[in-house]
């Protein structure tokens, strides 16, 4: 077995990592590592005092250099980086992250979460830790108590210091025993690749265009600040942002209580009222609070000097299906584009004329909104192939279910609305076209119904209330009749974890395995991979069933809780998963191949390839993608995408 490096570090850096990212941060001219605390194996915790003159001890160095050495630590990401600026350019399938293996586990991702979860408080962080990284860490606000000096040394508190110390100290204790008390639940090979390919996409960073992100942001300044204006002369308050001072204005011109300035109470506001002044009032509200300008700062915030921004992606971020998580920009999040002549309004924002982009564009905060993904570019010489898969949740899903009559579908014209609403209704495929009745309610039905959403599911997806109450109960049915085997599979999937964690006897359900410990309810994936579920029971639900509850990551407080699941949370969790899965073989495949990754986003994957060998170079990308997964077969993929300077949802 592999000797392992548990390491953790303790930074100063001018930069603000929350921000611009570790990249930027670990790049910062004034970026120092203060403390490294350090151990082999099992063996004892040693500190390194680098501030105060101490020297990496040659163990550590030889350590950190020797390939066969695993590197241990929790976000490794950050160590890594931070040794790189120190000459140690180690490997990254030398780093080991324990946040990524408790993630894999069903775990939170930070050391403070997993370590409550898994009741090592005693070896997690200090209390007072978060108040030793302010002192520390970052810079200080000069003052004449402080000698107007703009950083705190060891020096100036050495009773803190020590405590930071031991607060270094117990990291590593309480990675190294994350990593023991895990160490049975090996991440697979698979996954292990999928880690690396994902730091290798982080490394690589996308470029941004910072001369279009600047422009941008002072043109919404600018037209913020004469909404504001306006704003103030029609209104006679000091501050039209404040919801407050807003609303108690609103309420006296309209002679009624307006509670809330949320943007649909707002539109409704607008439909009642004829009086001019509290249209133009709403009016510009609505342009004030549309925050156009959140990601430009953001892009400005973590761009390094390379003018790429790294980092955009964690591995493991949405947790127990695996799927990625954005972080600084959020690429997850973007605003779509829907404007015909996108190249013109990205020439004129980027101009930087503002009388220009006024006289064009009534509406300038949802022109920079739409613009925001442009800001995204391929280097000289080289283009994006964008290439995505093509409704693949439901192909996973009919797959797993094996329904063989929308598998026949996604083998062939793989319209699934339009097949959908056809079976639903008992109507051809051909009478259901683009932008009919039956087409909206074969989308909106698909979109809602596969895990076992119900007429709430149908209210909640139909956005525009395009499908009358009195149908929603038909649809859900008539769904449901089209679709046995997916209702099966709900049923099915429910009643082998409640089995499985009854008996602690492993079950399979065609390509799925069903095991538990006593500890931890595992699905085992076609791929190879878990999807954890932490100290089940057995309950009883609000509609007097059995039901199944774990410990996990409750999404509304985030927080470690007891959570509540079903049939068809359970098959939305195993199909998310797979569908994460293929697109991280296709990435794989992607890789070997020789592509650079740049971005990934939900089920579409941004390369940057050679500028005349485009097109070329997007067909072989949507080829690798559509091939046949081994561990899927049957399962009938296809991906499309498009070529592109700057980036764009097509």
């Known amino acids: 077995m592999a000797r392992r490096l548990h390491i953790d570090i303790e930074t100063f850096s001018s930069v603000d990592i929350k921000t611009s990212g570790a990249y930027k941060y670990t790049q910062s001219l004034d970026f120092e590592i203060l403390l490294v605390a350090y151990a082999f194996d099992d063996g004892p915790i040693k500190i390194i005092d680098l501030v105060q003159g101490e020297k990496l001890p040659p163990e550590f160095i030889d350590g950190l250099l020797d390939p066969e050495v695993h590197k241990c630590a929790h976000n490794a990401t950050f160590e890594r980086n931070s040794f790189r600026q120190y000459g140690y350019d180690i490997p990254i399938d030398q780093w080991y992250c324990s946040a990524v293996k408790a993630a894999y586990c069903g775990l939170p991702l930070s050391l403070e979460l997993v370590s409550k979860a898994m009741k090592l408080e005693e070896k997690g962080k200090l209390s007072t830790g978060k108040a030793l990284i302010r002192y520390f860490c970052n810079p200080c606000k000069p003052t004449k108590a402080n000698g107007m000096r703009e950083r705190n040394f060891p020096w100036h508190d050495q009773e803190k210091w020590e405590d930071f110390k031991l607060y270094c100290i117990n990291d590593v204790e309480a990675e190294r025993e994350i990593d023991h008390r895990l160490e049975h639940y090996t991440i697979p090979d698979f996954e292990r690749i999928n880690y690396i390919i994902d730091q290798e996409i982080n490394d690589a960073g996308v470029l941004v265009d910072i001369n279009m992100v600047q422009h941008a942001v002072d043109i919404d300044n600018k037209f913020s600040d004469e909404i504001t204006d306006k704003m103030k002369e029609l209104t006679g308050v000091d501050n039209p942002n404040s919801p407050s001072q807003l609303k108690e204005w609103l309420s006296n011109a309209l002679g009624k209580n307006v509670h ?132 693949i949740e439901a192909r996973v899903l009919s797959w797993v279910a094996n329904e063989e009559w929308r598998l ?14 056809a079976m639903m209704f008992g109507v051809p ?52 009749k089209a679709n046995p085997k997916i209702v099966q599979l709900w049923s099915d999937v429910e009643t082998c974890a409640i089995h499985t964690i009854k008996t602690r006897k492993s079950m399979r359900l065609r390509s799925l395995g069903f095991h538990y410990d006593g500890e931890i309810f595992r699905i085992e994936l076609p791929s190879g991979r878990s999807l954890f579920y932490n100290h089940p029971k057995l309950g009883v639900n609000r509609f007097g069933m059995e039901s199944i509850i774990f410990k996990g990551m409750d999404q509304v407080i985030k927080q470690w ?57 997007l067909k072989r990308m949507e080829d690798i993608m559509g091939q046949e997964v081994p561990w899927a077969p049957g399962l009938p993929l296809k991906a499309d995408g498009y070529t592109t300077k700057f980036y764009k949802k097509d």
């Open 429 to 480: 495929i051909e009478s259901v076209t683009k932008g009919s009745e039956l087409r909206q309610r074969g989308k909106t039905a698909e979109l809602a119904l596969g895990y076992q959403g119900a007429e709430g599911a149908m209210e909640k997806m139909d956005r525009d209330g395009k499908i009358p109450p009195h149908e929603r109960k038909v649809i859900v049915k008539k769904w449901r």
């Open 260 to 391: 809330t300035l949320a943007k649909d109470s707002v539109f409704e506001l607008l439909d009642e009222t004829d009086d001019e002044a509290v249209s133009d009032v709403l009016d510009g509200r609505l342009k004030l609070s549309k925050s156009s300008t959140k990601k430009y700062v953001a892009m400005l915030n973590c761009v390094c000097e390379d003018r790429r921004a790294h980092g955009l992606f964690q591995f493991y971020g949405a947790n127990r299906t695996g799927r990625w998580a954005g972080r600084l920009i959020q690429l997850q999040n973007l605003p779509q584009n829907h404007m015909r002549d996108l190249d013109l309004a990205r020439q004129v924002i980027a101009s930087g004329n503002y009388d220009l982009a006024k006289m064009l564009y009534d509406n300038i905060p949802n022109i920079l909104s739409e613009l925001i993904r442009t800001a995204l570019v391929a280097p000289e010489g080289f283009t994006f192939a964008v290439s995505d898969f093509s409704a």
């Open 408 to 421: 026949d579908v996604f083998k062939t014209h793989g319209k699934i609305y339009e097949a959908s609403a």
């Open 561 to 617: 809780a007891s959570v509540e699941t079903y049939g068809g949370k359970l098959v939305e969790n195993i199909v998310q998963a797979i569908s994460r899965d293929i697109l991280a073989y296709s990435m794989q495949n992607l890789r070997n191949a020789g592509f650079k990754m740049v971005m990934h986003v939900h089920d579409e994957v941004i390369c940057e390839v050679p500028e005349n060998e485009g097109e070329e170079q």
